[in-house]
T-cell receptor, first 113, second 111 residues
Framework: NAGVMQNPRHLVRRRGQEARLRCSPMKGHSHVYWYRQLPEEGLKFMVYLQKENIIDESGMPKERFSAEFPKEGPSILRIQQVVRGDSAAYFC???????????FGPGTRLLVL | EDKVVQSPLSLVVHEGDTVTLNCSYEVTNFRSLLWYKQEKKAPTFLFMLTSSGIEKKSGRLSSILDKKELFSILNITATQTGDSAVYLCAVDGGATNKLIFGTGTLLAVQP
């Protein structure tokens, strides 16, 4: 059973470009969570999605960030018009249902030049 | 505001030593407390604790939760160099299961 998959593992963008980060949950998991880890800081919750629904986006910046988890395909975290402060590791986690253990992917390390 | 505090921030020990990592929390709607080990990539799951006083064990690692005093400890006995990592404590804050993380304890085990 493959774990949580994330791609790309590393992404370099120039200021103003768009970044798209993908997350495929573990097989049988329909709940996806995105977290951001800034340099020298702990992981911070961004958004929680279930298939086709955003359940909690209280940790997501109000502008430039969006997330989706379509019926088919991976969950996407999209950052428009990236700025240097968006440079971080973005981790995705999945669980089979609400309240169960979240298993993490390897992360995408975004560097904004 | 919900928060999770871990101590110490970092720790250097020698192989064979026993270490205790601490995690205290203040959250409005506690559901569970989780420990993860983070090396260079994905945080890997260690334990989920929901009830006070029940020790969870996995090999040389063990953990226990005290819901009255709002803390948990993670013990590692007979440490090995492969235990070197950042150990993360997180609390499931209830309604939407978002995890609130501490900043982690960096453990370095020297040969």
């Amino acid at each position: 059973n493959a774990g949580v998959m994330q791609n790309p593992r590393h992404l370099v963008r120039r200021r103003g470009q768009e970044a798209r980060l993908r997350c495929s949950p573990m097989k049988g998991h329909s709940h996806v969570y995105w977290y951001r880890q800034l340099p020298e800081e702990g992981l911070k919750f961004m958004v929680y999605l279930q298939k086709e629904n955003i359940i909690d986006e209280s940790g997501m910046p109000k502008e430039r960030f969006s997330a989706e988890f379509p019926k088919e395909g991976p969950s996407i975290l999209r950052i428009q018009q990236v700025v240097r402060g968006d440079s971080a590791a973005y981790f995705c986690a999945s669980s089979p249902s609400r309240g169960e253990t979240q298993y993490f992917g390897p992360g995408t390390r975004l560097l904004v030049l | 505001e919900d928060k999770v505090v871990q101590s110490p921030l970092s720790l250097v020990v020698h192989e064979g030593d026993t270490v205790t990592l601490n995690c205290s929390y203040e959250v409005t709607n506690f559901r569970s407390l989780l420990w993860y080990k983070q090396e260079k990539k994905a945080p890997t799951f260690l334990f989920m604790l929901t009830s006070s006083g029940i020790e969870k064990k996995s090999g040389r690692l063990s953990s226990i939760l005290d819901k009255k005093e709002l803390f948990s400890i993670l013990n590692i006995t007979a440490t090995q160099t492969g235990d070197s990592a950042v150990y993360l404590c997180a609390v499931d804050g209830g309604a939407t299961n978002k995890l609130i993380f501490g900043t982690g304890t960096l453990l370095a085990v020297q040969p």
